[in-house]
């Protein structure tokens, strides 16, 4: 399976002078997954899936905490081509199952000096099972950016970032693909409808794209492929507010980027559902302030 890392900064180059620039960061993380471990109810373990991703049956940056979820073989076309996240048949809760990146990845989204656009993009592979969250077996499917570091709770405000949301919570009742966004701070947050249904037994390629220019002006674009039915979606969306955008620095917020399958106010039902994932990337290009020089001083 491939995994990658890499920072392209040598390959980008202004439309003008043509040369290197030192104040930009292009880096680009890619998994796909190939898991061969099993995580069970209430072990507290994790794995990892090349490229600085990790697997973790509840909550943390590559680790788990009071794990209620298991995460192991799953597969779109083959017995190991996606990693599936699973959540128990406890009544609880606290299932928390993640794919996801260090959660100090991505320093919110700050605004860039003029001339700059600080830009983070998202890109997975998914696909539904026989059963979904509704209401009766209540819990959310989400993608993208978000803090990784909170997701041992299930209410939105411990997902801090733009991502795809479908929530079924008992209150909200999702039954699209939501942008979703939240601010760390204020737990500020809004949505936006894609339009795209989330249907059973369905395999989706999702694409979010969210970035800031040096006015301040946010942008988050989506594209999303039903591969079931080839249909095609995409757009633009913005929160009811912009300051639900994340827009804080390192030292107040830090962002990662994740696959999660998680439960919601929980009722009384033994109902499992999963979730399967058969990649993962993201690209950071993010101005940065001074040369980084390996080994300087």
């Known amino acids: 399976m491939a995994h990658g890392v890499r920072n392209i900064n040598d390959q980008t180059l202004f439309a003008t002078a043509q040369t290197r620039p030192v104040t930009q960061l292009d880096f680009t993380q890619f998994s796909d997954f190939n898991n061969y471990q099993t995580y069970t109810t209430n072990v507290t373990s994790s794995g990892t899936e090349g490229a600085g991703f990790g697997v973790a ?35 609880n809760a606290t299932d928390v199952g993640s794919i996801n990146t260090h959660q100090y990845l991505l320093p919110g989204l700050p605004v860039p000096a003029s001339g700059f656009v ?30 990784v570091n909170g997701m041992n ?25 939501m942008i979703f966004w939240c601010n760390p701070n204020t737990g500020g947050n809004s949505t936006a409808d894609t339009g795209v249904a989330v249907s059973a037994s369905t395999t989706y390629r ?22 079931n039915t080839g249909t095609r979606t995409e757009g633009t969306a913005s929160p009811s507010d912009p300051a639900h955008n994340t827009g804080e620095g390192f030292t107040t917020y830090g962002m990662g980027a994740a696959v999660v399958n ?9 109902t ?14 993010r101005p940065i302030s001074r040369e980084i020089l390996i080994g300087s001083i």
Not at 118 to 147: C, L, P, Q, W
Not at 262 to 270: G, L
């Open 57 to 91: 049956a509840s909550s943390a940056s590559l680790g788990t905490t009071n794990s209620t979820s298991t995460a192991g073989f799953g597969g779109l076309t083959g017995a190991s081509s996606a990693i599936s996240i699973t959540t128990s048949s406890l009544n």
């Open 118 to 147: 600080t830009k983070y993009e998202f890109e997975t592979r998914i696909r539904t099972a026989a059963t979904i969250h509704s209401n009766s077996v209540r819990g959310a499917f989400r993608a993208g950016f978000m803090d």
């Open 153 to 177: 709770l299930p209410g939105d405000s411990a997902f801090a970032g733009p991502h795809f949301r479908f929530m079924c919570d008992g209150t909200v009742t999702n039954t699209n693909w």
């Open 206 to 227: 999702m694409y979010l794209a969210t970035e800031v220019n040096s006015a301040g002006i946010y942008t988050t674009t989506y594209k999303i492929l039903n591969e």
């Open 262 to 270: 998680c439960k919601s106010n929980v009722t009384a039902t033994t």
């Open 272 to 285: 499992t559902v999963a979730l399967y994932i058969d990649y993962m990337g993201v690209r950071v290009r």
